[in-house]
């Protein structure tokens, strides 16, 4: 008996290494497998994995073993559980491409959403299964990520943690470039009351006549379309008048304005004839389209290549009059400092102020409205307007306007507000 039970002893011993054995080899097999599927998503990548995940997150919930990593999710009061926000701080990508993010796990009933600064960017989908392993897929606008961070949130209905194999980052490059314009950015005026609603997409403006404007720079390319869609809603108890567009800056960050561009697209040149230090009159030698409030652009030249104009005759047109075939009089708001030189070419320019507006439009109480817009820069263009954006125009900031139409306050949510280029 005591040899039989030694043999049944070495046999269960001689059994279990083997079943180690088996189940590393298959451990191996697996890895090997995984790493394959890594290499088979190119260069361009980012993979966390058991080797390196502990350099990124640090949180105790984040445990790794070999050939995985496990973390501890939190017990939700609705059913399920969920992980701490996990950050990823990318660096070295472009913000016009898109990124795919792949979760390869062991458990099957999981799935992640993608959150900056509270807002959702993508929530996962769920993908065939590779070998064993459960596979979940979710894919973002980089431009969405401000700052190109962002944070993972895991969930499970059933199990407290999640034994995680590989993550994956690609990156792709996107016709398209999306810039979610969320109220974290916005400069408000006046200036916002505290608003305890979390979801950054959406946002309620108060005033009589409030102006909201995203912060950030978009630069604009020759011929490129721009495109903008947002949802606003008027929740207040007077008509409003909405007014949705942009505002415009050159290459330096300073602002163009009607009095930067001819007036009507007019290339009327006007030579000096005569002017007075202290006097309101000038004396040209042609007459040229206006309206009142004008600028007088100084060095106007023939091929329009001054426009964007920087210099101005000292105030603003109030009329021109036409005295005979040789000879216009202009007057202006104040008198001249000092007299313009004889011969000096001036062109009649726009009014100072506005921005590019391409949506106006009256909403009334309770209603709502999705408004889609495009514009593209041309710089064959000297004219500002709400048609084109013009030669000299490098940025826009987008800008809403609300306006009551009597004496009262307007209430307006503005949601899902986006740029599509």
Excluded at 35 to 57: L, R
Excluded at 157 to 180: A, D, E, G, M, Q
Aim: glycine share 4%.
């Amino acid at each position: 008996m005591l040899v039989c039970n030694s043999l049944l002893l070495c046999s269960l011993l001689f059994s279990n290494v083997l079943l180690a054995q088996t189940n590393d080899n298959n451990d191996n097999s697996d890895k090997q497998l995984l790493d394959q599927y890594v290499q088979t998503k190119g260069e361009n990548i980012i993979a966390f994995d058991d080797s390196n995940i502990k350099q990124f997150w640090i949180d105790r919930s984040i445990i790794s073993r070999k050939g995985f990593f496990v973390i501890s999710l939190n017990e939700l009061k609705s059913k399920g559980y969920e992980s701490i926000p996990l950050r990823i701080q990318l660096a070295n990508v472009d913000e016009t491409q898109d990124c795919t993010i792949e979760v390869i796990a062991d458990n099957e009933d999981f799935d992640f959403s993608i959150f900056r600064n509270s807002a959702l960017l993508s929530e996962s989908t769920r993908e065939d299964n590779f070998l064993n392993f459960n596979k979940r897929q979710a894919r973002f606008h980089l431009a969405n990520a401000s700052g190109k961070a962002f944070d993972l949130v895991f969930k499970t209905k059933t199990t407290p943690s999640l034994s995680i194999r590989k993550i994956i980052l690609s990156f792709s490059n996107n016709p398209y470039n999306v810039v979610c314009l969320t109220k974290d950015k916005m400069s408000f005026k006046p200036e916002q009351e505290s608003d305890d609603n979390k979801d950054l997409k959406s946002f309620f403006v108060k005033g009589k006549d409030s102006t909201i404007r995203w912060q950030e720079d978009i630069m604009v390319v020759d011929g490129k379309k721009m495109l903008y869609s947002v949802t606003i809603k008027n929740t207040g108890q007077t008509d409003t008048r909405i007014y949705v567009g942009y505002r415009v800056y050159d290459e330096n960050k300073k602002y163009y304005e009607g009095r930067n561009y001819a007036y009507k697209n007019d290339n009327t040149i006007m030579k000096i004839i005569s002017s007075e230090d202290g006097s309101n009159k000038i004396l040209v030698d042609s007459y040229a389209d206006w309206s009142k409030g004008c600028y007088l652009a100084m060095g106007a030249k023939e091929d329009m290549s001054d426009i964007p104009s920087y210099t101005f005759v000292d105030g603003k047109v109030t009329e021109i009059r036409k005295i005979d075939e040789e000879h216009t009089e202009i007057t202006l708001d104040k008198p001249l400092k000092k007299a313009i030189n004889v011969g000096t070419a001036i062109r009649v320019h726009g009014k100072n102020g506005s921005n590019v507006f391409r949506t106006i439009k009256v909403l009334h109480p309770g209603e709502e409205e999705t408004f889609l817009a495009h514009i593209v820069k041309d710089d064959r263009s000297f004219l500002f307007s709400s048609d084109v954006l013009p030669k000299g125009a490098f940025y826009i900031q987008p800008v809403i306007l609300s306006y009551s139409l009597n004496d009262e306050m307007n209430s307006v949510l503005i949601s899902d507000f986006a740029i599509i280029y």
